[in-house]
T-cell receptor, first 112, second 114 residues
Framework: LAKTTQPISMDSYEGQEVNITCSHN???????ITWYQQFPSQGPRFIIQGYKTKVTNEVASLFIPADRKSSTLSLPRVSLSDTAVYYC?????????????FGGGTRLMVKP | DAGVTQSPTHLIKTRGQHVTLRCSPI?????VSWYQQVLGQGPQFIFQYYEKEERGRGNFPDRFSARQFPNYSSELNVNALLLGDSALYLC?????????????FGQGTRLTVV
């Protein structure tokens, strides 16, 4: 399985845009990139998934360069409630929905 | 519509005891997966079941076992509890066992072994 590397923690202020970059140098052809968000004492929540280029939904955007060796989760105008741990996952069609491999995640702290 | 529900929410057990954790998936979801999350770390995959068959198993000892029932609910059993089994146990359900289908997680069961 491709290993992911992301910053351990990040700080931001309300209203700012936050970009969290994940490195996945060994990503395979069939692998998708998925981001989950987790609040304390809750299960992770799916945010966004992509294969290449850019994906946008009502919550975030995901930027994936052509070589797919990294990806960037972009959270526009964060609020205090976006304080959470964000996980970048890489998996193929057989695993992505279920046998998920989580790394350590990025702990985002949004300050007033 | 109810999300993934897990019971109990909290549990305290003594070393050597046995524990059973329960999970009800979202209605219509046929796949259930179990994860262990130790404080400060990401969730670690334990088991996946789809249509009552075990589809995958993570790197956990044989003290951990699970099953899925005809109504797609699932149980995780842990025997001979160790202090290191203290963790948040998460259940996730998805519609199918394949493909890039989104996994929906429950709130988890907080297990403390003393």
């Amino acid at each position: 399985l491709a290993k992911t590397t992301q910053p351990i923690s990040m700080d931001s202020y309300e209203g700012q845009e936050v970009n969290i970059t994940c490195s996945h140098n060994n990503i395979a052809t069939n692998d998708y990139i998925t981001w989950y968000q987790q609040f304390p004492s809750q299960g992770p929540r799916f945010i966004i998934q992509g294969y290449k280029t850019k994906v946008t939904n009502e919550v975030a955007s995901l930027f994936i360069p052509a070589d797919r060796k990294s990806s960037t989760l972009s959270l526009p105008r964060v609020s205090l409630s976006d304080t959470a741990v964000y996980y970048c996952l890489v998996g193929d069609n057989n695993n992505a929905g279920n046998m998920l491999t989580f790394g350590g995640g990025t702990r985002l702290m949004v300050k007033p | 519509d109810a999300g993934v529900t897990q019971s109990p929410t909290h549990l305290i057990k003594t070393r050597g005891q046995h524990v059973t954790l329960r999970c009800s998936p979202i209605s219509g979801h046929k796949s259930v997966s179990w994860y262990q999350q130790v404080l400060g770390q990401g969730p670690q995959f334990i088991f996946q079941y789809y249509e009552k068959e075990e589809r995958g198993r993570g790197n956990f000892p044989d003290r951990f076992s699970a099953r899925q029932f005809p109504n797609y609910s699932s149980e995780l059993n842990v025997n001979a509890l160790l202090l290191g089994d203290s963790a948040l146990y998460l259940c996730a359900s998805s519609f199918t066992g394949d493909g890039n289908t989104e996994a929906f997680f429950g709130q988890g069961t907080r297990l403390t072994v003393v």
